[in-house]
Structures are given as structure tokens and as C-alpha cells.
């Protein structure tokens, strides 16, 4: 694999070099992948800067300080990373250098804009509140964030139905609750895994609901990914800590946790198959999330990381190195010399090392199947 360096370097020559590549900000054409336009919701994983934007908590939050950004660019960058997230990758293999967060200045001008917010579950803040349930002022509801997309159509296309029915029609739409955060904000404050599981079926309904609606807006092309093993990320470990050492698997993961987020996945499976009977000249694409996720783990052990891969990278305290009370970002609170020995950066949220090991084991196996045409790129 090549080093973290070549790899900005080729990044960066895309995104400014002229329009023999997708121009995200003046082209309708896309010699990679038959859409000229991305759209992403969902959460941390795919975040490029929206939380930092929303007002009056962003600037605020552990992203906009160091060590955020060390790997790359060397700054904070408002990602929730030492550097970039999955999805810049997974981008840049649908051929988009540059992806923008909706709510910069930017999202109107780009072809590829991302409505994700780190923290954000798919339900809303009322769905927690009557169970109890404490959120991040700042999370966004999958609900609002497509309001966020149904405002920026507005703004590009006016009071053009047209207009919003071609541009959806000729978009790659993606929804990923890829950290489970409505279980995992359940499950790290008490809550029961019986009680999670009863969440199960309002989370999928409503990301079924969401999808509906998209498809009725003009929307031709939709994945869905699932949502990763949250048994096996550190603030769910710390949280849900066990003397039983039967509790984990051979990766150091609760099975219960997992076999919970297997039975979220295979509903939501179940649910996307369905939905695709009922809109049957709709392509519905189910992600395997947590099998790649899994096999990213499993490399990570084999290379001989296993003492620190589920140990967060900038953290402090307990077995897991996390603790919620002196998060990433919080002064003295230290970072690890070696992110890619780690899957997760904060506890969290993945290294940068992890998120290009995604995007080569679930990306770009996919990109035959959206009919695109793989790039010789520095990620294999």
C-alpha cells in the first residue's frame, strides 16, 4: 500500500489539476461513474465539516482543536479523525476529488455535497427524550438532515420540479447509519440490550421512510449501508465492561452488542429487498458494513496490532484508553505515535489508516457494479 503521503499528493493533483476529472464545482460529466452528482447522510464516518458549522456549538467542539487533523493536513480540518474520513475516499473512487459539507458556502457550487453530522442518530431528539435518553445538542436527526437536502435543492434548482427530478435521477445517493449511535447512546447510559433491540424496528422504519421519500423525489440509485460491529468500539467496551471472558469474541468484541447490530442489519436488509419489490426500476444497494469492517479488524490483529487496535489513538484512561469525561481534544489528554496501528482516533471515530482500509474493502469491490470505471489510484 502506498504511504499516507503519496496518496494527498495524488488527492491533491486531481482536486486542482483541470477538468480531466470530475470537476465538482463546474461539470455535469463524470468519466468515472455514470452520475455527475453524490449525495451522503448519515454520521461521524461521513462528516466533512458539518458539525463544526452548526451554530452556536461547532466551534466548540473536539474537532475544531488538536490533535484532530495531525495525520492530515496537520490542522484541525473538522473531521472527527487525525485526518480524513471514509467517505473522501470512498469519493474520490466515484470520481469526486472534493466532497463539501452541506452547510459550508461551497454546497451549492459542488456536485458533491455531504449532509452527515458526527453523533447524529438516525432517530430524533424526541424519540430520546421520552426514553430518557440524553443526545449531543448538535446531533441531527436523519429527518433533518433531509430537510437540509430538500432546502439545498431549492437553492440549485429554484421551483424547478424538473430540475430537482434530473438531478436526482442522475445521483448516487448514499444513507449510513454506520456507528449505530441510536443503540449506542441507549446502551452507554444504562439502557438494557433487550430494550435496544425494541429499537430496531422505529430505526429502520424510519430509514426506510427516508428512502421512500428520496425515490419519490426523482432519487434512481440509493445504497444503504449497515451499521458496524458497535461491540467492538472502544467507548461501547469501556461503557459495557464484562468479567465474563466468554462476553467477547476471538476480536476482542461483546458478542452481544454485535449480535444485536447483526440482527439491526439483516432487518434493514430485509427491509431495502422489500422496498425494492415496491419500486422495482429503483437500484436499492445493501452495504455490508460490518463484514468489512470485521475483515479490517481482523488484518489489523493478524499484522500483530492486537494490543492496541480497539485501544482509541488520542484518549486517556481504563482499558480501552477512552473516557467520556476527557475526551479527544481536552487538555493533557494525549495522542498515539502510531494512528494506524488503531482502529479508532477518539474512541469513536476511525483513524484515517482505518477509513482507507474501508474504502479498499467495501468500496471499491462496488464500483463495477455502479458501472464505474476504477481509477489507478494510491489507495491498493
Known amino acids: 500500500m502506498a504511504s499516507i503521503s503519496q496518496l494527498f499528493l495524488l488527492l491533491a493533483i486531481i482536486a486542482t489539476s483541470s477538468s480531466n476529472l470530475v470537476s465538482s464545482t463546474t461539470s455535469n ?13 448519515g454520521d461521524g464516518a461521513t462528516d466533512v465539516g458539518n458539525s463544526v458549522l452548526i451554530q452556536p456549538w461547532g466551534r466548540s467542539l473536539p474537532p475544531m482543536r488538536a490533535p484532530y487533523g495531525r495525520t492530515y493536513p496537520g490542522t484541525p480540518n473538522g473531521r472527527w479523525s487525525d485526518g480524513l474520513v471514509d467517505f473522501d475516499f470512498a469519493a474520490f473512487d466515484f470520481g469526486f476529488p472534493e466532497v463539501v459539507p452541506s452547510l459550508s ?26 426514553r430518557g435518553i440524553r443526545i449531543p445538542p448538535y446531533a441531527v ?16 434548482c429554484g421551483s424547478s420540479s424538473e430540475c430537482v427530478a434530473n438531478r436526482l435521477a442522475n445521483s ?27 429499537y430496531i424496528g422505529p430505526i429502520t422504519r424510519q430509514q426506510i421512510k427516508t428512502t421512500r421519500d428520496l425515490i419519490n423525489m426523482g432519487a ?30 476471538r476480536l476482542g468484541c461483546l458478542s452481544s452488542v454485535n449480535r444485536l447490530i447483526t440482527m439491526k442489519n439483516n432487518y434493514l436488509r430485509q427491509a431495502i429487498n422489500n ?29 500483530g496490532h492486537s494490543n492496541t487496535a480497539l485501544k482509541a489513538c488520542c484518549g486517556i484512561g481504563g482499558e480501552y484508553n477512552y473516557s467520556s469525561n ?34 479498499q474493502s467495501l468500496i471499491q469491490p462496488t464500483l463495477a457494479a455502479l458501472n464505474c470505471t476504477a481509477l489507478p489510484t494510491a489507495f491498493s
Open 220 to 249: 434512481r440509485l440509493i445504497v444503504i449501508p449497515g451499521s458496524a460491529p458497535l461491540g467492538c468500539f472502544p467507548y461501547t467496551l469501556t461503557a459495557m465492561p464484562s468479567n465474563d471472558p466468554t462476553a467477547y469474541d
Open 326 to 359: 476527557r475526551f479527544c481534544g481536552t487538555a493533557g489528554v494525549p495522542a498515539c505515535s502510531n494512528p494506524q496501528h488503531h482502529m479508532f482516533w477518539d474512541g469513536i471515530h476511525f483513524t484515517q489508516e482505518i477509513a482507507v482500509r474501508i474504502e
Open 172 to 198: 448516487l445517493v448514499l444513507l449510513g447509519d454506520l456507528e449505530a449511535n441510536d443503540i449506542g447512546y441507549a446502551l452507554t447510559q444504562g439502557r438494557t440490550i433487550e430494550e435496544a433491540y425494541s
Open 141 to 156: 436527526s436523519l429527518d433533518t438532515q433531509l430537510g437540509w437536502f430538500r432546502t439545498h435543492l431549492r437553492s440549485v
Open 275 to 303: 422496498l425494492g419489490q415496491e419500486f422495482p426500476n429503483v437500484t436499492l444497494i445493501y452495504g455490508a458494513f460490518d463484514e468489512g469492517f470485521l475483515q479490517v479488524l481482523d488484518r489489523l490483529n493478524q499484522e
Open 105 to 130: 458556502e461551497k454546497a451549492n457550487s459542488s456536485n458533491g455535497v455531504i449532509f452527515s453530522v458526527a453523533r447524529s442518530p438516525v432517530m430524533d431528539h424526541g424519540f430520546f427524550s421520552r
Open 29 to 41: 460529466s463524470n468519466p468515472v461513474c455514470p452520475f455527475p452528482y453524490l449525495y451522503h447522510f
